[in-house]
């Protein structure tokens, strides 16, 4: 007998239930899933307000969080125990500043939430873009307590707001956070709410995607459960988890083609040997299914499927999966790879007209396109028109320059073909700094 002949590998095979895919789903009872990011200003409380979420959920065990309260009274910052549910590296504990994007997951009766958390230190706004890219809302934490509102607003708040609203994010609720430090002074509330809703208007989000819920993360007020506090008896609106629950449907595109963007790729496993995971942008699969993948032109087939961690035969739009896969070399398998049918492929294309959020000055230059993981060089070829914030007019065409803040039309010419289609999510990057982030039309 020779050498078996490892370059001829044998073909797997998974027979396929031939499932009508969106009838299981709307029979099934399965939860719907539902990313959102939070954003504010440094100290606001987003970390403190997203444990108390994790932890009243039920997400977090007791001994984790006792754990995180030893080490937090051992460095003598007592205060921060949830904060650091979020904060898990020890690095960045010792430092008390939220830096990653923590991914956390936690559960309601009818929904599965997964937060993509951005951190409020200025320096990381290339993460927030990458957890805004994934939102389908935001949750923006402002600190109610005297002084720190007007500083907030001056800082991070409007900027962030701006951001995310680029990046096609439509619905936002505000946790006007910490009033237990005004004493659930009512004024202080309707005022903050007034000028908020007021620069979110004109930052584009319409007056019916904004709502506000009056909180304090420290003490679980209005959180997960209604604040008891005599002074807080004015409010009778929702709590935070109960806006987090109605702020639904998710207009998830269940019927369009499949398309998914690789998070990331695991290989080794035994009973696996080659996994991806990721969100479904739109459409539906099933085990057994023949995907391809771009821009490498590789198909392969799904062994088996896993949604929110439980296996399944199945997945739709919104949901966060793992797909386990055969008949695929992993080196055409990279995040920010996006992954299709062959009946209904992405195009690839070199160049493209998107509608971005200016961070630096804009005129034609050498950008790096990023959608998700994926990065190629290029450029911007032109500037079509600077446009109102709010109704998305032109004011400006054929702007020779274009300043940080404002909102302009762009076309960007790419140095290779890469599968990209409306509305996808864009960050363009120079010189190591965000320059603008917006949406491709
Ligand atoms: P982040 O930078 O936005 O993530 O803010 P943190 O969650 O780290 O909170 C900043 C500080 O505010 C910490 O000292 C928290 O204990 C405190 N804090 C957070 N939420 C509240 C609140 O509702 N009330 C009060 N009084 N303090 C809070």
């Known amino acids: 007998g020779g050498m078996k002949d490892l370059s001829v590998e044998e073909k797997v095979t998974v027979k396929s239930k031939n499932l009508d895919v969106l009838a299981e789903y709307n029979k099934s009872r399965r939860k719907k899933s539902a990313n ?45 125990a949830l904060a650091w549910v979020l904060d898990q590296g020890s690095e960045e504990r010792a430092r008390g500043v939220t830096i990653d994007i923590a991914t956390n997951k936690f559960e309601t009766e009818n929904t599965a939430f997964t937060i993509v958390d951005a951190p409020g230190h200025r320096d990381f706004v290339p993460n927030m873009i990458a957890g805004a890219s ?66 979110l208007t004109t930052a584009g989000f319409q007056a019916k995607n904004i709502s506000f819920v009056p909180c304090s993360g420290v003490l679980g007020d209005n959180i997960t459960r209604r604040s008891d506090d005599p002074q807080a008896t004015w409010y009778t609106g929702r709590t935070l988890i109960e806006e987090l629950e109605t702020s639904e449907p998710y207009t998830h595109a269940l019927d369009k083609p499949l ?64 797909l386990n896969l055969a008949n695929i070399d992993p080196v055409h398998l990279r995040s920010g790879d996006v992954i299709c049918r062959a009946s209904a492929p992405i195009k690839t294309i070199t160049s493209f007209t998107a509608k971005v959020l200016a961070f630096e000055h804009l005129m034609p230059m050498q950008v790096d396109v990023h959608r998700g993981r994926l990065h190629v060089p290029g450029r911007i070829s032109k500037l079509v028109a600077s446009l109102d914030k709010a109704s998305g007019t032109a004011l400006k065409k054929r702007p020779k320059i274009v300043g940080p803040g404002t909102v302009a039309r762009v076309v960007v010419e790419m140095d290779q073909a890469v599968p990209l289609e409306a509305p996808t999510r864009i960050v363009l990057r120079a010189g190591g700094a965000t320059v603008a982030a917006g949406l491709l039309e």
């Open 36 to 80: 959102f990011v939070v954003i504010g200003h440094v100290d606001a409380g987003k970390s403190t307000l997203m444990g108390r979420l994790l932890a009243d959920q039920g997400a977090i065990d007791q001994r984790t969080l006792d754990k995180y309260r030893k080490e937090a009274e051992r460095i003598g910052k007592g205060s921060f």
């Open 134 to 199: 994934q939102a389908d809302f935001a949750v923006l934490v402002i600190d109610s307590s005297v002084g720190k509102f007007e500083s907030g607003l001056k800082g991070q708040t409007k900027e962030h707001a701006l951001l995310v609203r680029s990046m096609g994010v439509q619905k936002i609720i505000v946790a006007v956070n910490k009033m237990d430090t005004v004493q659930w002074d009512k004024e202080r509330f309707e005022e903050i709410e007034q000028q908020i809703s007021s620069f």
């Open 259 to 322: 398309r998914m963007t690789i998070g990331d790729v695991f290989r080794g496993g035994v009973q696996n040997p080659i996994s991806i995971s990721g969100r479904l942008d739109s459409g539906s699969l099933q085990m057994g299914d023949q995907i391809l993948t771009l821009p490498s032109g590789e198909t392969a087939l799904i062994r088996s499927v896993d949604v929110d961690g439980e296996p399944s035969d199945w997945a739709v739009a919104g949901q966060n999966v793992v």
